[in-house]
């Protein structure tokens, strides 16, 4: 692939916006005390994170949707950028609340415009690789930039990791203004027929999966250093080697739960994940003063929970095989949305309760997207048509295309 080494540049500045967006679960307590609030205050910086992203990312693609795709990157890096100094000039938590709106819209464009560059680098039948190497950059934010992020900012100060971030996404900026190739933009999609999709019982109620999922896994993962640290009793260094062994797990689990729908199918292996995923929350409350077991639990929850990542968005695209970078558009701003209320609840339930019971309210969650999840396979073939029915011919994409939205 002639054209592999610009994804590859593209899939290391993914890393850095991807480190961006999940750092601040690695550093709440740090974080917090700096800036002198309590820890579901500090959580809130992931709510307002995640709604800036859910609901700001589609109208600025709209508003953007004619641009060219390497000048909205810029633009988008520039925005991230900004939203970096902001972080590092933040005198107070107000102001490090304006940094994340800015990271937030920053991200969410450079994401959708990336996966977009990448799938028209690849060459014919590549596309799925190249979107793949992108998705790894994100991923390994959580293997290398979280438990990196949490040593810097026990060492020194947490602002320095945004002041890298910025830094280094200059010098991203840079690569890519000499490397990538100019590309056309596209055709906007009107939201009338994009929420169209949604007037489908199915596709609702598998919409509905990914939000109860992805909150269940949020309520936890937000407050999981200060839970490791005060519940558990960890060190700052046990904490560290915690988040880096939960990051090797997601990744594991993301792999294994891609061959596991191709192996067993989607059913079993959705169905398997998320109800594994309840357990593995539960044994993290009932276990949760054992720094001994907290490791493989952190584990083989990281596993669970991401083995459910691409069998649930290979699901959501088999609903709607003729509208399949809309369905992927609408489960990404279903995801930030269940990482909004996560954070949100979260806060209200470690202020309002008690930290530990963060994990129960998540095993919860996660128990009823299993449910909705089996709710959803059973709905009949009559509904699955209705859905075929409401794809409009402008919907209609190249798979190639659909995957990079």
Excluded at 76 to 86: C, R, S, T
Aim: glycine share 10%.
């Amino acid at each position: 692939m002639p054209n592999s080494w610009k994804i590859y540049l593209l899939a290391i500045v993914s890393f850095l916006v991807g480190t961006s967006e999940n750092i601040i679960a690695g550093i709440l307590d740090r974080v917090a005390g700096d800036v002198g609030v309590s820890i579901a205050a500090a959580g809130q910086l992931i709510t307002v994170f995640s709604l800036a992203f859910a609901f700001g990312t589609p109208v600025v693609m709209a508003a953007t949707a004619r641009v060219g795709r390497k000048k909205l990157m810029l633009g988008a890096l520039g925005l991230f950028i900004v939203g970096n100094v902001i972080a590092v000039l933040s005198p107070n938590y107000a102001v490090l609340m304006i940094s994340r709106i800015v990271l937030a819209l920053g991200t969410g464009v450079f994401v959708v415009a990336s996966l977009t560059v990448a799938s028209k680098l690849a060459p014919a039948g590549k596309q799925g690789s190249a979107i793949a190497t992108l998705v790894m950059g994100f991923s390994t934010s959580l293997i290398v930039g979280v438990p990196l992020g949490r040593v810097i900012a026990a060492s020194y100060d947490w602002k320095l990791i945004f002041a890298g971030i910025g830094a280094l996404s200059l010098l991203g900026a840079l690569a890519i203004v000499r490397a990538i190739p100019e590309s056309e933009g596209e055709a906007p999609v009107p939201i009338r027929s994009q929420l169209a999709l949604l007037r489908s019982p199915r596709i609702a109620v598998a919409l509905s999966v990914t939000f109860f999922w992805i909150f269940g896994y949020s309520i936890m993962y937000t407050y999981i250093s200060p839970f490791l640290l005060s519940i558990t009793g960890m060190s700052e260094r046990a904490v560290s080697i915690g988040l880096f062994a939960f990051g090797i797990a997601s990744l594991i689990g993301s792999k294994l739960g891609g061959f596991s729908s191709d192996k067993w199918g989607i059913k079993r292996t959705l169905l398997g994940g998320m109800l594994l995923h309840a357990a593995v929350l539960l044994l993290l409350s009932a276990f949760s003063h054992s720094a001994a077991l907290m490791f493989p639990l952190l584990m083989l929850w990281a596993f669970s929970a991401w083995s459910s990542g691409p069998t649930q968005q290979y699901y959501l695209l088999t609903l709607a095989p003729g509208a399949s970078g809309i369905m992927l558009s609408l489960n990404s701003s279903m995801l930030q949305l269940a990482m909004a209320a996560g954070a949100g609840i979260g806060g209200a339930i470690v202020s309002g309760v008690s930290l530990s019971a963060v994990s129960w309210l998540g095993a919860l969650a996660v128990a009823a997207a299993a449910v909705l999840a089996a709710a959803s396979f059973r709905i009949g073939r009559g509904a699955e048509q209705k859905a075929d029915e409401l794809q409009p011919a402008a919907l209609a994409v190249p798979q190639s295309d659909a995957a990079s939205r």
